[in-house]
């Protein structure tokens, strides 16, 4: 042949691997296996390079074990629940069962020129109802193992699409679709019991060689591990039942420089004034308004109210200390309450200089200009290896590290009996309800007689009743006039279906296993499951790097708890690399009417030297050199049109010869 024309080569040879089954995987118990994976990919209707980058990596992966006589597994699915189907069905008058699935078989038609060397016999998507049956199963076994359990919590609530939304679909205190400010709101969910497993998973991490260094902290800090002092303040005149507000802090060593006590807005004392106090309760209805994410917070004014009462400190019975509820506290995290040191928390310090209060030094650096935080500094904060000098602490004028000092505070807390040391961790448990319709039915009953029944293994799937609209806002399901109704598994009464879907995190926390034997009437199939596990090699991105993957260790162990996976796999990822994103240029021009930013796509941009001009007319454009390939920036690149031109091979070997892994 003197030319190599993909479009007659390539379709030939990717007929002939599909009619021979090239790569299915199959189990052989005579060779050793690799199961490699990427991250399986939502279906948003249209793959870019960033899609041809990742499964191009996992692609080069599986040839080559192939070649060096493994059994590979190398499958392909779709993570389909969520929001945004929900959203286009809004949009479009559609459904969201009809806008997934056709985006899924437009997806595989685009894919399938790149030749990836998929099982493509294994393929599933979560939204499938045989997939998310058995997801059910697996809740009702988390479920009868004490893993999952029922409680009030405050979540962040959209006034506007009306259900709860997580921590990162809450985008500077507005719901990320409906921009309505998001209000904290008290509701009954299902919860994970994740943090029973805070210490092992942090732990564990250590032996996660060939996972990025990076990856490795940001999961350890997101667990976050610390040492710190529990004890009380005794309260003046405070109500009935409010003899002492509980403290954690990690800060003990800044004990003798406290100026007030914060407490949440959710605080059982602050709820208990809100009944009788108008201005109080005027307060807490105010700062329900605000979201409850760190982030959040974190950017919003600091708001305090004096509640009137006071503490006593533990080791000076006539110091007393003001106590304010504090928008910036949250009832999820230590005990609901603080004490605020200002001259060593920039946060208390904003706080108190706003409501004039007290500002103590209790050290000060050893060495180099310091402004002290009552002559109008910063608040000093040592680092824990800093050296520090103690003005007025637990070790009288001795110079020490931060670190130390705790431990010296701590240690004569304890010798006073003012409280106890205690380990604590940051992460919490994960609440897995989501009022929506585009999600996993809860598998749960409610019953005036028997209370919350979980539903008999044999009547899965609940499947989603297909007859719903959107035209009004909130869960759809709420709405159904039949699918609600039901008999009580226990009793056989008349019963309503819990009407909270899965949280989507949950749908990608055990895909991978499922992969291991899709077709099984159970979770897995427990011989392929232990033949196939782990995933050798992980492939994704970074920004799962927190969420999705530490849910995932969670869910591994949470399935070998309930027989659904080997003790050899509850780390389920023994490698993980992530790829990185593809970027590209964004060309922007402005809409002359109202000011608005116009994107335009790199085929409608002509550029020359370090300026870019419009083809159509010759206007220039902004060129903001390098940013994520988004559809709403139009500055993607459509593979499907560099394969026409020069063929997935060209294509596959440019994105990883530019990009190097």
Request: charged share 25%; hydrophobic share 35%.
């Amino acid at each position: 042949m003197t030319r190599y024309t993909p479009a007659e080569i390539e379709p030939k040879w990717q007929t002939a691997w599909n009619e021979a089954e090239t790569f299915k995987a199959v189990r052989d118990e005579t060779k050793p296996k690799y199961y490699v994976l990427e991250m399986f990919p939502y279906p948003s209707g249209r793959i870019h390079m960033g899609h041809v980058r990742n499964y191009t990596l996992g692609d080069v992966v599986a040839r080559y074990k192939t070649s060096t006589g493994h059994s590979v597994l190398h499958p392909m699915g779709w993570d389909a629940f969520g929001m945004p189907a929900e959203n286009a069905a809004m949009a479009i008058g559609g459904h969201p069962k009809t806008w997934t699935y056709d985006n899924i078989e437009e997806m595989k038609r685009q894919m399938r020129p790149l030749g990836l060397s998929i099982d493509w016999s294994r393929e599933f998507a979560t939204c499938d109802p045989e997939y998310y049956g058995q997801q059910q199963a697996l809740f009702l076994d988390m479920l009868a193992e004490g893993l999952i359990y029922r409680k009030n919590a405050m979540v962040n609530w959209d006034p506007v699409d009306m259900t709860v939304l997580a921590n990162e679909q809450v985008i500077d205190g507005r719901g990320w679709r409906s921009d309505a400010l998001v209000e904290r709101k008290e509701l009954t969910q299902w919860f994970f019991k994740i943090s029973d497993y805070s210490e092992e998973l942090l732990d564990a991490l250590d032996n996660l060689d060939d996972w990025p260094a990076k990856v490795r902290l940001m999961q350890s800090n997101w667990i976050g591990k610390s040492r710190g002092l529990q004890f009380a303040f005794s309260t003046v005149d405070a109500p009935d039942g409010f003899d002492r507000i509980e403290v954690y802090t990690t800060r003990p060593d800044t004990l003798l420089g406290a100026s007030f006590v914060g407490i949440s807005p959710d605080h059982p004392l602050a709820k208990q004034l809100e009944q009788s106090n108008p201005e109080v309760a005027a307060f807490i209805a105010e700062c329900r308004k605000g979201g409850t994410t760190e982030e959040a917070i974190e950017k919003g004014e600091k708001l305090g109210f004096d509640t009137g009462l006071t503490v006593r400190h533990p080791f000076d019975t006539a110091w007393e200390l003001p106590v304010y509820i504090a928008n910036f506290i949250l009832m999820d995290y230590g005990t609901g309450a603080i004490f605020g040191c200002p001259a060593h928390d920039q946060r208390d310090l904003d706080f108190a200089r706003k409501y004039d209060l007290p500002v103590t030094s209790v050290y000060a650096p050893t060495e180099g200009e310091h402004t002290a935080p009552e002559d109008g500094g910063d608040a000093y904060v040592p680092m824990k290896s800093d050296k520090v000098n103690y003005v007025k602490g637990f070790a009288g004028e001795a110079v020490q590290t931060g670190d130390q000092g705790i431990n010296t505070s701590i240690d004569f807390c304890e010798s006073n009996s003012v409280g106890q040391g205690v380990t604590k961790f940051r992460l919490r448990d994960w609440g897995l309800s989501r009022q929506r319709y585009w999600g996993a039915p809860i598998p749960v009953v409610h019953c005036d007689d028997c209370g919350v029944v979980p539903e008999k293994k044999e009547n899965l799937p609940i499947e989603l009743p297909f007859d719903v609209s959107f035209d009004i806002p909130g869960n759809p399901l709420d709405r159904h006039p039949t699918w609600r109704n039901c008999a009580c598994p226990a009793c056989g009464k008349d019963a309503i279906r819990e009407t909270d879907t899965m949280d989507t995190f949950v749908d990608s926390s055990w895909y991978f296993a499922r992969f291991t034997s899709p077709r099984a009437d159970t979770p897995t199939d427990r011989a392929d499951a232990d033949y196939w596990m782990n995933v050798d090699q992980y492939i994704g991105g970074i920004e799962h790097a927190i969420l999705h993957l530490l849910y995932s260790r969670f869910f591994a162990r949470a399935m070998n708890i309930t027989g659904h996976l080997p003790d050899t796999a509850i780390e389920p990822f023994n490698a993980l690399f992530t790829q990185g994103m593809v970027t590209h240029a964004i060309y922007q021009t402005t809409r002359e009417q109202d000011g608005r930013p116009v994107y335009h796509y790199p085929e409608e941009v002509e550029v020359l030297g370090n300026a870019a001009f419009l083809k159509e007319d010759g206007r220039e454009v902004k060129v903001v050199p390098s940013a994520k390939m988004s559809k709403s920036k139009n500055n993607v690149v459509d593979p499907l049109n560099i394969i026409k031109a020069f063929g997935a091979d060209t294509a596959r070997w440019f994105v990883l010869s530019d990009s190097p892994p």
